[in-house]
């Protein structure tokens, strides 16, 4: 597997690719889990090249967030890499994606003032604006997005769309622990009675899809519902039942239907874990 540090050394490597082939990107933060190997696996089937990009972006963090903390095992994440057979692997350090200060950044407005984006003020112009200086770099056509960060493939979907980027994004569906809870770099902040606990958010939207299935009930009280029956001891950060497309939530008291996802983000100890279920009716 080629190893690129710098932009410069992508782009001649980038100058010798034949212009017929067919190159797909998974951007990441490393940390590698069975979910980023789904997003390479698919790419490596779909595509002639694949490439992977390791790098934790600071501008996607709050200020009063420990990036330092942030897990990193390049050695183990490279070695991942070569084993699927991935063709390059971008891993540049920070001063390479922001050698000065950066005064341009990428707004997808509206997409974000739910879920994630009303909690994490500001984190998904950090990921747009590295996002989109990724694929000026990498220049893909096709780049591969964990549905798990639900909000995050939306967003992305829609820069490309408005800002036409060339390049086509694939949603890639969570892949989960047996137990259900969804794989996430952050599962290796649970100790061992945390992760007894985690696997209750699974049962708690899959509950809620058995619910909104039957279309009985309120969006207001499947969530009432579900926080009871699974979520007594687990903090919730967010949880709500939200149109697929706008991301808007829907009206506590109508019977949810359309495209609807059930999504959340939970406190459990040092992890801030996030999950989604989508259905449409
Ligand atoms: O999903 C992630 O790991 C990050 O948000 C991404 C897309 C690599 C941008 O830094």
Redesign the pocket.
């Known amino acids: 597997m080629k190893i690129f540090r710098t932009v410069k050394e992508y782009k001649k490597y980038f100058n010798t690719i034949q212009k017929n082939k067919i190159i797909g990107f998974v951007?990441?933060?490393g940390a590698l889990h069975n979910g980023h190997l789904s997003l390479l696996k698919k790419s490596l089937q779909k595509c002639d090249i694949t490439g992977i990009s390791i790098?934790v972006?600071p501008l996607?963090f709050a200020p009063d967030d420990d990036i330092e903390q942030y897990p990193r095992q390049e050695k183990k994440d490279i070695k991942i890499c070569e084993e699927l057979d991935v063709d390059f692997a971008f891993i540049p350090k920070i001063n390479e994606m922001y050698p000065e200060k950066i005064l341009t950044m990428i707004v997808v407005s509206n997409l974000q003032d739910n879920l994630c984006g009303e909690k994490r003020k500001g984190h998904f112009n950090g990921?747009t604006t590295?996002?989109a200086k990724l694929f000026n770099i990498i220049q893909p056509n096709f780049a591969f997005?964990g549905l798990k960060?639900f909000q995050?493939y939306i967003i992305i979907k829609k820069m490309v769309k408005d800002l036409i980027f060339p390049i086509e994004i694939i949603g890639c569906e969570i892949i989960r622990e047996r137990n259900g809870l969804a794989m996430s770099s952050r599962n290796r902040y649970l100790t061992k009675e945390e992760r007894e606990i985690a696997p209750n958010i699974n049962k708690a939207l899959r509950f809620g899809i058995e619910l909104i299935k039957e279309q009985k009930l309120t969006a207001g009280k499947i969530i009432e519902n579900i926080r009871t029956k699974y979520l007594k001891e687990i903090k919730i950060d967010y949880l709500n039942i939200y149109d697929q497309d706008t991301l808007i939530p829907l009206e506590k008291d109508k019977i949810p239907s359309g495209k609807i996802a059930i999504a959340g983000a939970f406190f459990i100890g040092k992890a801030r874990l996030i999950d989604n279920m989508r259905i449409s009716l």
């Open positions: 951007p990441t933060m790098f972006n996607q990921v590295v996002v997005f960060d995050q």
